[in-house]
């Protein structure tokens, strides 16, 4: 840190859901590939945001970098849920995700029938938009609270990707953050 300041260099640690998953490995994304498919990168390695326990952790470790290390702000990045692209094929199936969807969909687990039903998709990208959008309240009053930064890398395809994956960062913005 002493070497930053002195070549007047802000320090901005990365956090998100993919950078955190050793923390929590129980508790990543989890779906069921065929034999003889690619495996996505994410199955197993990044966090999904449907666990409580996952985005307090996220929440958590941003409180720990900014109170207690001498960075100058943070950056969220892979805040969101796994890439669009495996989403689209694999939704995830960990518990938690299956405890969210049984009370409106009846069933735990996506069907190809569900993901090309919009009503379904709906409430899908509903709930992983409110998981982000309550995780990035709570991780912007703690990074405020310390006076420090808070940017975001936010995915370049808006529509593509960033809705599918929970991340309006058109709202954010509009919200002020």
């Known amino acids: 840190m002493a070497s930053a300041k002195k ?4 320090v901005h640690p990365i956090l998100g859901f993919g950078k955190i998953a050793a923390l929590a490995p129980q508790w ?5 590939i065929p034999e003889g498919e690619e495996v996505p990168f994410s199955v197993g390695r ?10 307090d952790t ?5 409180a720990e970098l900014v109170d207690g290390y001498a960075v100058d702000g943070l950056q969220l990045d892979f ?19 299956g405890d969210r969807r049984e009370p409106w969909l009846g069933h735990r687990n996506l069907t190809r029938e569900d993901l090309a039903a919009p009503g379904v998709m709906y409430k899908e990208l509903r709930q992983r938009h409110q998981n982000i959008y309550q995780t990035l309240v709570r991780v912007h009053r703690v990074v405020r609270e310390s006076g420090k930064q808070l940017s975001l890398a936010a995915r370049a395809r808006y529509y593509k990707d960033a809705l599918y994956e929970g991340q ?3 709202r954010f913005v509009q919200e002020g953050f």
């Open 7 to 10: 070549y007047n260099i802000a």
């Open 28 to 32: 990543t994304y989890r779906a069921t």
């Open 46 to 55: 990044s966090l999904c945001a449907s666990w409580q326990q996952n985005r």
């Open 58 to 62: 996220l929440v958590n470790a941003v």
């Open 79 to 97: 805040f969101r849920y796994t890439n669009m692209d495996f989403l689209a094929k694999y939704p995830c199936e960990c518990q938690a995700c």
């Open 168 to 170: 309006d960062w058109a």
